[in-house]
């Protein structure tokens, strides 16, 4: 029961929070409880339990005697995945979105990889090479590309030792399953390139923090720019 229970506030607090972001409920709006039990076929615990995460998430806010109101988006914790995933599919604002979160990239991930070579842990450095080695294998047709491209990038984030930053992992991982297909797409390729990325993980092996710092921004900058030319259509 405690499971189903569960599922239930998930798709409560989802289908909510997808209508927020999405604009169907405008800043100001109200949620009450009673109406949304009506509403989704629920009991009042399960929808307080899904107001409740919504307002962990700065989309919404309660207020004794009013119901729970919507919030302006400059409230909304944009660095949480559920969020993060819910404006990624809304109409009309995932370009904007991705262009915003690649500007994000190019602040974060050339300091981790510089970091994650000043540090040379070797368990850490393993890591990358795994992600490294699966992709070689994706562009042989034999791994999951972009799962193992995200890999990559979370496992930098950890190597780099800076709490801050592997705290922003799922943040990035979200991001980058929507992000790494529109600038794949960009460059009429179905994998990224493994040698790119070897690039960055030679250096950081080599203890070279500026070598790897500048193949990551170098990276980025080109998806920024691909990012910039207009949007190829999807293949049917």
Known sequence: MEVRSSNLTDHVAATLGRAIVSGDYAPGAVFQVNDLCKTFNASRTVMREAVKALTAKGLV????????IVRDEAAWNLSDPDVLQWLLHAKGARLPLIREFNDFRIAIEPTAAALAAQRGDAEAITRIFAALDRMR???RGEDDSLDADVKFHVAILQASGNRFFINMRHTI????RI???VTNRQKSVAVASAADHARIADAIRAGDADGARQAMLTLLVEARRLLKEPIAPANP
């Open 173 to 176: 991982d979200a991001a980058l």
């Open 61 to 68: 806010v309660s207020r004794a005697s009013i119901g729970s």
């Open 179 to 181: 992000s790494i297909r």
């Open 137 to 139: 294998a994706a562009e």
